[in-house]
């Protein structure tokens, strides 16, 4: 069953779910895109705990992604979740006008959310981060989550930076990936008030328990494909069980490793594939997980109770 909004999330937060599940982009072995694959991903991971779906996020290889295929893979995945669960699409990019545009367009295409990356490569200022946060703010009602993820983009968004984009009404949160505790109680510390509410959703699972002890909502997962109930199980516990939750955290931290022992989502479209889900390979310039990884994360997958599907 899918997630229920958290106790005392509201507004527009409320459209994003606890789980969020930063969904692989299921590709032929000719690199098409497989839209039929991609509508049973999304059912799958429905099914077994997630209760936003985020398509063309990075996890799905959204800088590989061409024309209209972010519109499609969107069209598919809600058409496949029906009212079980919410769609977040990622817009993010390093051109802010490009950024601006998918964001506009994101909800004539039905799109519950946005999610948007900081810029990439061309690591610019605090001040040009806002400026490009803010931009794509304005060009949508739909809620807005920031990503912050240092290390994949070599710039970090400051906690004033995120108490100042904060204000906006829409924006809602931040998928918090940059790996520092303190800097997430912080931020929260930081954004209470916010006119719209401000939340983190931890982006990196092996945090997931630790920035739900300083104040996070939720989770924006790569494991949630393959630990999915367990995910949301730690999360309802937490509240009331905080040992039964740091169990089933622990329990998790090897499947959360293993899937990066080589480049994401290399690892976890290995294993999708090899239990029979849709994955496919990934584009170039990412490239098949080595035999032995792929391994890897089934053996840890399969310790915590995992079964091939189907």
Request: overall charge negative; some cysteine.
């Amino acid at each position: 069953m899918a997630s229920e909004t958290p106790v005392g999330q509201s507004g527009l937060g409320g459209a994003i779910a606890p789980v969020v599940t930063a969904m692989i982009t299921p590709f032929t072995n000719e690199l098409d895109l497989d839209l039929e694959g991609a509508a049973r991903l999304a059912s799958y991971l429905v099914e077994r705990g997630t209760g936003t779906v985020l398509a063309n996020g990075t996890t799905g290889e959204s800088p590989t992604m061409h024309d209209e295929e972010p519109w499609k893979l969107l069209h598919t995945v809600k058409e496949a979740v029906g009212d079980r669960a919410t769609v977040m699409v990622g817009t993010g990019s390093n051109d802010t006008a490009k950024t601006v545009a998918a964001t506009r367009r994101a909800a004539d295409e039905g799109a519950d959310a946005v999610l948007v990356v900081t810029p990439y490569y061309n690591r610019p200022s605090q001040r040009g981060m806002a400026e490009h946060f803010r931009a794509a703010a304005e060009a949508t009602d739909l809620p807005v989550m920031l990503y912050d993820v240092p290390g994949r983009t070599g710039t970090e968004l400051w906690t004033s930076t995120l108490a100042d984009l904060a204000q906006i009404e829409n924006v809602i949160g931040v998928k918090d990936a940059a790996g520092n505790v303190a800097k997430t109680a912080e931020t929260i510390s930081a954004t209470r008030g916010a006119p719209g509410g401000f939340e983190v959703w931890c982006g990196a699972d092996e945090l997931n328990l630790p920035l739900l002890s300083v104040g996070a909502v939720g989770v924006v997962s790569v494991a949630a494909h393959l630990v999915g109930p367990q995910i949301a199980q730690m999360i309802e516990l937490f509240p009331t069980d905080p040992s039964a939750a740091r169990e089933l955290h622990l329990e998790c931290m090897p499947v959360h490793r293993s899937m990066f022992f080589e480049p994401s989502p290399g690892p976890l479209k290995g294993a999708l594939s090899a239990v029979g889900l849709p994955a496919g390979p990934p584009r170039p310039p990412m490239i098949e997980a080595l035999d032995e990884t792929v391994d890897a994360v089934l053996e840890a997958w399969r310790r915590v109770g995992g079964e091939d599907p189907t």
